[in-house]
């Protein structure tokens, strides 16, 4: 049985609004329509990134699932009609083509937003990792996206992907890492690779000051008290956590893996020569960036104290984003409170897990 849904059904605007009838507006007159000025988002950034990336690459190819519009691909479409495909909401038909295309010779674009990945975790893992194909999945509103519910927060997607072999993880932390690393991932042809970045507008740029492996150090301050390993987006709230931690007279190191599968070798070592390392992703804490993290020093017999900050496991209310990211512990505010407690802890012998944060 084939449903067709028709958008913006009954309200004259939205049905013609030729992008995609008002699939997600912002703000818009209710009279006439009209939508109010916004600024770039992530998704704009993206949208002409892989468009410059077309130009130069003809064996790229753009999909996605009844998506078009929202996921940044209709500039693609508009440039490389002939180059683009949209399945319909077919997330899983999505990724089997993907493998399907890769394996003639072209280098597929999946755009999908990262809660919707979810439905094709099978065809991610058997039809094109198993195969070594060079697909590319990006992810938009990967992490908390709070307006569209708990249902759109793309919050399982680090956790998902962790358990498949030789696929390859990045999360941008500004809109010169998305165009750095979707560079990147275009040129892998052996192996899935994935690109994730949240909703809405995007943070001013976070300079590189020096590197340790593919990784980047954004601060270094002090003596190697604190190795803060921050994911994607919350590259930003890391460094406000160094600041108040350095007017604390507490060292700290905070460094933006940038591919965060798999685990650099370099950031082993950083945290063999650290007295605390600290995680913080906007993903669940369970089986994510930081859970992985952990057991690979583990394997390589680091015993660093390691304290672990994510989104516990439980369906989000509807709400804003930084209400949300507050309200689970992920602001600045809370986690650098919580690691100079974790610091007092480790300078008196006591385990971290003696520590309560929520005291």
């Known amino acids: 049985m084939h449903a067709i849904t028709r958008k913006g059904y009954g309200y004259d605007p939205a049905e013609r609004h030729e992008a995609d009838q008002f699939h997600a507006p912002g703000p818009f007159d209710v009279q006439t329509g009209a939508e109010k000025p916004k600024g770039r988002i992530w998704t704009d950034h993206f949208s002409d990134k892989i468009v410059e990336i077309g130009e130069r690459r003809e064996d790229v190819v753009a999909i996605t699932a009844a998506m078009m519009h929202p996921v940044g691909l209709d500039t693609f479409a508009t440039r490389f009609p002939e180059r683009t495909f949209d399945v319909g909401i077919a997330e899983q038909h999505a990724t089997t083509s993907a493998a399907g295309l890769a394996m003639g010779g072209l280098h597929p674009v999946f755009a999908v937003y990262a809660t919707f990945l979810n439905r094709a975790f099978d065809r991610v893992l058997m039809d094109v990792a198993l195969h070594k194909c060079g697909v590319t999945f990006v992810l938009d509103r990967s992490g908390v996206t709070g307006d569209d519910g708990a249902s759109h927060n793309g919050m399982w997607d680090m956790s998902i992907l962790q358990v498949v072999p030789g ?62 390993v921050a994911v994607g987006s919350m590259c930003t709230t890391a460094v406000d956590v160094a600041e108040r931690l350095t007017a604390q007279g507490i060292g700290v190191t905070v460094v933006d893996p940038r591919w965060v599968k798999p685990v650099d070798p370099a950031i082993v070592q950083l945290a063999r020569e650290h007295g605390l390392v600290v995680s913080i992703e906007d993903n669940g804490r369970i089986g994510g960036c930081g859970a992985v993290l952990l057991q690979t020093l583990n394997d390589a017999r680091v015993t660093t104290p390691f304290r672990l900050h994510g989104i516990p496991q439980e369906f989000l209310d509807h709400a804003k984003r930084d209400v949300i990211l507050s309200r689970v512990g992920l602001d600045a505010q809370t986690i650098a409170r919580g690691i100079v407690e974790d610091v007092t802890a480790v300078a008196d012998g006591r385990a971290l897990h003696d520590v309560d944060h929520r005291a």
């Open 167 to 228: 696929l390859r993880l990045a999360a941008p932390r500004d809109v010169t890492r998305l165009g750095e690393l979707l560079d990147e991932a275009v040129e892998v042809d052996d192996a899935p690779t994935v690109v994730r970045f949240p909703k809405g507008p995007p943070p001013a740029d976070i300079d590189t000051i020096d590197k340790a492996g593919d990784a980047d150090v954004l601060v270094r301050e002090g003596e190697q008290d604190v190795l803060i």
